[in-house]
């Protein structure tokens, strides 16, 4: 190819496109983009969450009743801090604390350790017998909270319950036939409200942890088996690590869900819970509605918030340190 040729060519082909300019900055390569379809869902979050923060916040630094907010609204003026104090300095509500915090324990360690065995359960069993377990959790799922309530007070009822009828053919003996269960706080909240909240919780946690089990890979444990580790060394060192996010997520969320509970504790009780079956969402319940303070509710509902978020603060850390080695 001659120099003529090559020139005649270039001169056909054009001038070399000039390249323009990339945009610096924050609409740089459209990196507004992202950020323009979370809008919407930050507008959300706002409305749905801070404006309501917002207002709670501002109704716990006033005096507001039923009488104040609803018969004469000029009468409610800010207080300050009198009633946090009034809330902290207050023992019974310290006791509700402490109580909310056993009872939120043992259901934790519980529902994840029942959900876990299940969920080996589920990994070793046949495929038949793994639907028609996996249907009856989804059936116990579909079923209200309220529902379930019901359904155990009436289990456990003295009067001709279904509990004390089973314990009296067990045992043979004739007190178990009346036995109250309820009688005792400490049982009818720890062992009876433990047994209908778990009941409930179960089938989320069953699940999730099948559904992590799944992911394990079947070269590690066999790999493990051949270097001599037995069932349990295997489950620690790598079944426990591999599905460790999923461990840290559903306790996380099994302490928001059992610490705030109300809905079974109200409906065993009979929509009357005693004193002594009372947890912080009970007590919120109490002082809200059917005592209408409605400022201590809120002093009630921020220490509830800032409670959980002192724990979870712990979740979000080894969440953070998960992903991190991850990387």
């Not at 461990?247 to 705030?260: P, T």
Request: proline letters at 5%; hydrophobic letters at 50%; a neutral charge.
């Amino acid at each position: 190819m001659t120099t003529n040729e090559t020139v005649n060519r270039s001169e056909e082909s054009g001038p070399a496109p000039v390249e323009k300019p990339q945009r610096r900055g924050f609409f740089a390569a459209g990196q507004y983009i992202p950020y323009s379809l979370l809008l919407p869902a930050v507008v959300v979050l706002v409305g749905v969450l801070a404006y309501p923060l917002f207002s709670l916040i501002n109704l716990s630094f006033k005096n507001v009743n039923r009488y104040a907010y609803l018969a004469n609204p000029g009468l409610s003026k800010y207080i300050g801090f009198d009633g946090y104090t009034k809330i902290l300095g207050d023992s019974q509500f310290w006791e509700v604390v402490l109580r909310s915090i056993y009872f939120t324990a043992e259901l934790v360690i519980l529902s994840m350790v029942l959900g876990m065995l299940i969920a080996l359960l589920l990994n070793r069993v046949s495929n038949w017998v793994r639907v028609t377990i996996i249907t009856v959790l989804m059936f116990v799922w579909a079923i209200p909270a309220l529902v379930n309530g019901q359904v155990f007070r009436w289990l456990f009822t003295s009067n001709g319950g279904v509990v004390d009828y089973l314990a009296y053919l067990v045992t043979g003996d004739e007190s178990w036939k009346h036995y109250d269960w309820f009688a005792d706080p400490t049982v009818g909240l720890y062992v009876v409200g433990a047994a209908v909240i778990i009941w409930g919780a179960l089938p989320f946690l069953v699940l999730g942890l099948y559904a992590a089990l799944t992911q394990v890979p079947k070269e590690l444990t066999e790999a493990a088996k051949l270097d001599g580790a037995n069932a349990f060394q295997t489950f620690r060192h790598v079944t426990i690590p591999v599905i460790r996010p999923f461990l840290m997520i559903s306790a996380a969320l099994s302490f928001i869900w059992d610490f705030q509970v109300f809905t079974q504790i109200f409906t065993l009780r009979n929509t009357s819970p005693e004193p002594d079956y009372w947890t912080i969402g009970v007590y919120l319940y109490e002082k809200g509605v059917v005592a209408s303070k409605y400022s201590d509710s809120a002093v009630i509902s921020i220490a509830m918030i800032l409670l959980m978020l002192a724990v979870l603060v712990y979740y979000i850390r080894q969440m953070l340190k998960i992903g991190a080695n991850e990387r």
